[in-house]
């Protein structure tokens, strides 16, 4: 008999080849790349995989044994929309941030630990930064998205959160606990949260978070662009317009129905 931690292991193991299956679309990943970014030994994820495979929650390409999610993934998706996605909702906030700010503009949502681009709509400046794009997972307090939902967390989750996790060895000394901490002390002083290149050199990022019915930091809005286009007083600048954007979106959700 199969004991309940043993089972409690292999769907820790499936929802992490799931999530790096999907970090990896549309262009899909080996089984050994899989494996890599689910930290599970590659036989045991390609027979986690062949099953996933069976019940239609993975594919495989015949040619070049790359793995995509599969067309039950879809479905599924599509029921949990209903409740969850709020994509169309936000594209025009996002589209006017765009448009507005001339940079490139996201919507980012939380999962647990880390954040979910959702959305991304180009600016009209023709320098622009490619560090974010749909799909791409970050954890908390990486980015300016996952900053500025870390920021707004009562600050029990923030020491729960910083007391189990070491950023350090893959996201460098600038993740640090300290460092994080005296960031989201920014952060909540401005209300917007700064990436000043921390992932890419040059690369610049504001976030501002977004609230569910309750009060919680469910997502957050995003700018992104080169060093020269965040000098401080611009800076201040798309502060203002990523919180009044994110108020905006704040309110619309409320008023939708059945988002919780």
Same mark, same amino acid.
């Given at each position: ?59 495989? =390409? ?6 995509? @999610?599969? !067309? $039950?993934?879809?479905?599924?998706? &599509?029921? %949990? *929309?209903? #409740? ?74 923030? =020491? ?6 070491? @950023?350090? !060895? $893959?996201?460098?000394?600038?993740? &640090?606990? %300290? *460092?994080? #901490? ?79």
């Amino acid at each position: 008999m199969t004991s309940p931690d043993a089972n409690a292991s292999v769907i820790g193991k499936i929802c992490s080849l799931l999530r790096a299956a999907g970090g990896a679309e549309p262009s899909g990943a080996s089984t050994t790349a899989l494996a890599r970014t689910a930290d599970i030994a590659r036989p045991t994820a390609h027979r986690l995989l062949s099953s996933l495979a069976e019940e239609g929650f993975v594919d495989r =390409d015949s040619a070049s044994g790359r793995w995509s @999610l599969g !067309p $039950e993934i879809y479905l599924l998706g &599509s029921m %949990a *929309a209903l #409740r969850y996605d709020i994509t169309d909702q936000a594209r025009k906030v996002v589209q006017a941030l765009a448009t507005e700010s001339g940079e490139s503009a996201f919507l980012s949502a939380r999962r647990g630990a880390e954040t979910v681009c959702l959305l991304r709509v180009e600016g009209s400046f023709p320098l622009r930064s490619h560090v974010l794009y749909e799909g791409i997972r970050l954890p908390l307090g990486v980015a300016s998205a996952g900053l500025a939902i870390l920021s707004h967390l009562p600050d029990r989750e923030v =020491d729960q959160y910083l007391d189990g996790v070491d @950023l350090v !060895p $893959e996201w460098g000394p600038d993740h &640090s606990e %300290a *460092a994080i #901490r005296h960031r989201v002390g920014l952060t909540r002083t401005t209300g917007f949260a700064v990436n000043p290149g921390l992932l890419v050199e040059g690369s610049w990022g504001l976030g501002a978070a977004v609230f569910d019915r309750a009060g919680g930091p469910a997502w957050a809005l995003s700018l992104t662009g080169v060093e020269t286009r965040f000098r401080d007083d611009r800076r201040r600048e798309l502060g203002k317009l990523l919180l009044d954007a994110a108020h905006r979106l704040t309110v619309q959700l409320g008023e939708r129905p059945g988002l919780d």
